[in-house]
T-cell receptor, first 116, second 114 residues
Framework: AQSVTQLGSHVSVSEGALVLLRCNYS??????LFWYVQYPNQGLQLLLK??????LVKGINGFEAEFKKSETSFHLTKPSAHMSDAAEYFC??????????????FGTGTRLQVTL | DTAVSQTPKYLVTQMGNDKSIKCEQN?????MYWYKQDSKKFLKIMFS???????INETVPNRFSPKSPDKAHLNLHINSLELGDSAVYFC?????????????FGPGTRLLVL
């Protein structure tokens, strides 16, 4: 079984400060890892994903994440927070259930608050 | 152009009623999903269809019945609604079912059962 743990349900940073959202996963097979963002009253939007290859993945809006197998982590970072980054962030791991469908298992989410 | 659309956006109803939520995607994807997001924002998959065939059913009560008339549509019918069904329901789609497929989400349907 696959699982995702997001440490910290709420993170508050000042505008311009570093954003660090933590994600640890559990998987018995090589994982595919995702970060999604959910703005208020909207659906989820993909920020970035790790499949294979380069362990540092760059996404939209200046976000990036690094896959660290030894630490089973996939933390999300952004060097400088903007007010528009305030949202709910979900880490997810993908696993194969059959030959034709992927199943995303989500973490419990981290709400990012950005203050002036 | 909305890639994944859901109707209605809001749904308020009484316990015991039957209701449907519709989902359509214009991305040409062949796999569609329903997720439930509870009041604590936890997201869990309910169903997945590939080419109109059910491939994931995550121990959801049989009061929930998905129907896929074609690859572009996946509807969710709920019988005998209960208070615990109150949640946000998201439809999503992807190209194929590969584990690395990106899923595209609709805006959600906010269901409130009174």
């Amino acid at each position: 079984a696959q699982s995702v743990t997001q440490l910290g349900s709420h993170v508050s940073v000042s505008e311009g400060a570093l954003v660090l959202l933590r994600c640890n996963y559990s998987s018995s097979v090589p994982p595919y890892l995702f970060w999604y963002v959910q703005y208020p009253n909207q659906g989820l939007q993909l920020l970035l994903k790790y499949t294979t290859g380069a362990t540092l993945v760059k996404g939209i809006n200046g976000f990036e994440a690094e896959f660290k197998k030894s630490e089973t982590s996939f933390h999300l970072t952004k060097p400088s927070a903007h007010m528009s980054d305030a949202a709910e962030y979900f880490c997810a791991v993908s696993s194969v259930t059959t030959g034709t469908a992927s199943k995303l298992t989500f973490g419990t989410g981290t709400r990012l608050q950005v203050t002036l | 152009d909305t890639a994944v659309s859901q109707t209605p956006k809001y749904l308020v109803t009484q316990m015991g009623n039957d209701k449907s939520i519709k989902c359509e995607q214009n991305l040409g994807h062949d796999t569609m999903y329903w997720y439930k997001q509870d009041s604590k924002k936890f997201l869990k998959i309910m169903f997945s269809y590939n080419n109109k065939e059910l491939i994931i059913n995550e121990t959801v009560p049989n009061r929930f019945s998905p129907k896929s008339p074609d690859k572009a549509h996946l509807n969710l019918h709920i019988n005998s609604l209960e208070l615990g069904d109150s949640a946000v329901y998201f439809c999503a789609s992807s190209r194929g079912g590969l584990p690395l497929a990106t899923q595209y989400f609709g805006p959600g349907t906010r269901l409130l059962v009174l």
